[in-house]
């Protein structure tokens, strides 16, 4: 068992690869170094690690496939993975982030904004493993999934069951990214007629009810919604 999380760098520019790898050393992080895609799933497959940090224009196999297997072929649904990656277009980022990456950091990235995200996803993975699913915690918001009951500030918040969901889906994973199809698929499923823009009407009602706390419901513009921890 390892004293320490081991974080996957996948990255095949070898000055990036290192530059990554010395601030997660320096964070007291154990490192996994892949330059490709097809030793990446190695390593996934090989020495489970903890959280994945993974490029997208690799050799043999690129970033893309390497989600998929992971998510889709091997059903590793709880393992963190960040999408670190000089494509920015928003068709990019989109794909990845409803294939299951768990967020997407665009290159030239801040070595501080990405192991702020590796310590959230960390944090998060091991909330998930700990905790039931009945009771969701987060600063000022409380929600009890058995009674469907949400608090803010110790004060009963009058949601629909739309509504509800919608903060529990996004308040369960705080600081993740979900695209307006994601949060389609998960409070309703994949069949559920509803558009895009009824997501953002749900939303701007959600901040509303939650009053100082809504700003903490935040718009990643082009992509989708975000629930952060701290206002």
Do not use: C
């Not at 530059?19 to 390593?43: D, F, P, W």
């Not at 039931?132 to 803010?152: I, N, W």
């Amino acid at each position: 068992m390892r004293e320490k999380p081991a974080i996957l760098i996948v990255e095949d520019e070898p000055d990036i690869r290192e530059l990554i790898q010395y601030h997660l050393l320096k964070e007291g992080y154990e490192t996994l170094l892949a330059n490709n895609g097809k030793e990446a799933l190695e390593i996934v497959k090989n020495q489970s690690p903890d959280l994945v940090l993974l490029d997208l224009m690799l050799p043999l196999v690129n970033g893309i496939e390497v989600l998929k297997t992971i998510r889709f072929v091997w059903n590793l649904s709880s393992l963190p993975i960040i999408i670190v990656s000089a494509r920015t277009d928003e068709t990019d980022i989109i794909t990845a982030l409803e294939l299951g990456a768990d967020n997407y950091l665009s290159k030239p990235f801040s070595p501080k904004v990405l192991v702020a995200n590796v310590k959230a996803l960390l944090r998060r993975a091991l909330i998930d493993t700990q905790q039931k699913e009945t009771f969701v915690s987060l600063g000022d918001l409380s929600l009890d999934l058995e009674k469907r009951e949400a608090k803010y500030q110790q004060e009963l918040m009058s949601l629909t069951a739309t509504e509800f969901n919608l903060l529990v889906l996004l308040a369960s994973h705080p600081g993740r990214v979900y695209t307006r199809n994601q949060l389609i698929s998960g409070i309703r499923g994949d069949d559920y007629p509803v558009t895009e823009r009824s997501i953002d009407v749900q939303i701007a009602s959600l901040r509303k009810k939650l009053g100082d706390g809504g700003t903490l419901v935040k718009t990643v513009w082009g992509i989708g919604y975000s629930y952060q921890d701290k206002l």
